[in-house]
Structures are given as structure tokens and as C-alpha cells.
């Protein structure tokens, strides 16, 4: 069955420093999802993306966060210089389609978890 | 403001009892509702969702309205069923995104 892939599985690095996540959803899906999960709290809602661009963004989602679609397969999250708060499991997902049918569940890769000294 | 609340972190049950895992949740428009779980080591995948009226792995979920809960129930627990559970709802009319609950871990035990 396919699965959301994420590299790394754990990234380590120091603050202020930028810090790309990478993530292969499943080949015939058309929307993607970045969530994190603060150790302890609730998983969090980052940015959605659609058809080349972000359907829709939290407030967690400022400058500092970018997602791009380098290719047809992958589907990457920039931090451009990260903060000890950020520090969290990140989880890509995607479905394919957006919409309330039974194709569009959500899948989730195994998470990248970021530590930032 | 849209919420989903799970009031009990942890749920401890014997091999054999009923479990009710409960999720409440606030939203504003028509909201679907699922419940997630992420065994030990593994990733979140979905259980079920209250449009498609599953019973998965003999868990079942009732969207109850009026109570705006969807509370998650099995009647005869296995250990397998160690996990934790995260209930979430997305708008039907807007937003696909997952707003989730902060998760219930249920420990069976034998």
C-alpha cells in the first residue's frame, strides 16, 4: 500500500539556522498538509497546498515557514532560521482530493522530528 | 472557535471491558469528525469517520449533534488495541484541515 514518506526522521540543528524537511506523498494525490506536534501538545495545523500553491495557512505559519513542490514528487517545509520553539514532530500529509468524499482522508507520513539547540 | 476536546489523557481498561474514548468538539459550520491512532512507533492513521458509518477493528463512533461529541466505543477491548487515540473534525464547508484533540492514550491491559 502506498505510504507518505518523510526524510529526516530526525534533524538536529542549531538556532538560526534553516532547516528543509522533505516529504513524498502518495503519487496520485493532489493535496498536502504540514502539521507539527509540540512534545506534549496537541498536533498543530500549519499550511495546506494546492494545485502549486497554499490553500490555506495558520497563524503558526509566518515568515519564518515556507513549503514549495520542487518537482513532481516531493513536497518540501523551510524553516529559514529556526527558534528553540520550534522544536517539534512534524508531520506531512496528503489526500487526494480536498473534499468531503471518501477520497479525501487524510494520510500521514511517520513524522520528522526537529531539535533545535 | 473550533475546538475539539478530549477530557481524559489516559484510559486503563482490562482485556475484555467496554471503552468509550470521548471527544466533544465546537465548530461553527457542518463539521466531519474522525478518530485517529498512532500505535507505538507508527504513524497516525485514520480509524474511521462519522460520513462513512464504519465499524473498524470493532470500534464504532456516533455524531451526536445536539451534544456535538462523537464519542468513540468498542464494546470488548483487546491488548492490541493499545494505542493513542486522537479525535479531529475538519469543515465541510471550508477548510480541509485536521483540527485535532490533544489525544486519549488507552492502555489495555491483559
Known amino acids: 500500500e502506498p505510504e507518505v514518506t518523510q526524510t529526516p526522521s530526525h534533524q538536529v540543528t542549531q538556532m538560526g539556522q534553516e532547516v528543509i524537511l522533505r516529504c513524498v506523498p502518495i503519487?496520485?494525490?493532489?493535496?498536502f498538509y504540514w502539521y507539527r506536534q509540540i512534545l506534549g501538545q496537541k498536533v498543530e495545523f500549519l499550511v495546506s497546498?494546492?494545485?502549486?500553491?497554499?490553500?490555506?495557512k495558520s497563524e503558526i505559519f509566518d515568515d519564518q515557514f515556507s513549503v514549495e513542490r520542487p518537482d513532481g514528487s516531493n513536497f518540501t517545509l523551510k524553516i529559514r532560521s529556526t527558534k528553540l520553539e520550534d522544536s517539534a514532530m512534524y508531520f506531512c500529509?496528503?489526500?487526494?482530493?480536498?473534499?468531503?468524499?471518501?477520497?479525501?482522508?487524510?494520510?500521514f507520513g511517520p513524522g520528522t522530528r526537529l531539535t533545535v539547540l | 472557535a473550533q475546538r475539539v476536546t478530549q477530557p481524559e489523557k489516559l484510559l486503563s481498561v482490562f482485556k475484555g471491558a467496554p471503552v468509550e474514548l470521548k471527544c466533544n468538539y465546537s465548530y461553527s459550520g457542518s463539521p466531519e469528525l474522525f478518530w485517529y491512532v498512532q500505535y507505538s512507533r507508527q504513524r497516525l492513521q485514520l480509524l474511521l469517520r462519522?460520513?462513512s458509518r464504519e465499524s473498524i477493528k470493532g470500534f464504532t463512533a456516533d455524531l451526536n449533534k445536539g451534544e456535538t461529541s462523537f464519542h468513540l466505543k468498542k464494546p470488548f477491548a483487546q491488548e492490541e488495541d493499545s494505542a493513542m487515540y486522537y479525535c479531529a473534525l475538519s469543515g465541510m464547508d471550508s477548510s480541509y484541515k485536521l483540527i485535532f484533540g490533544s489525544g486519549t492514550r488507552l492502555l489495555v491491559r491483559p
Open positions: 497546498f494546492y494545485n502549486n500553491e497554499i490553500s490555506e
Open positions: 500529509a496528503s489526500s487526494e482530493s480536498g473534499g468531503p468524499a471518501s477520497t479525501d482522508t487524510q494520510y
Open positions: 503519487s496520485n494525490h493532489l493535496y
Open positions: 462519522h460520513i
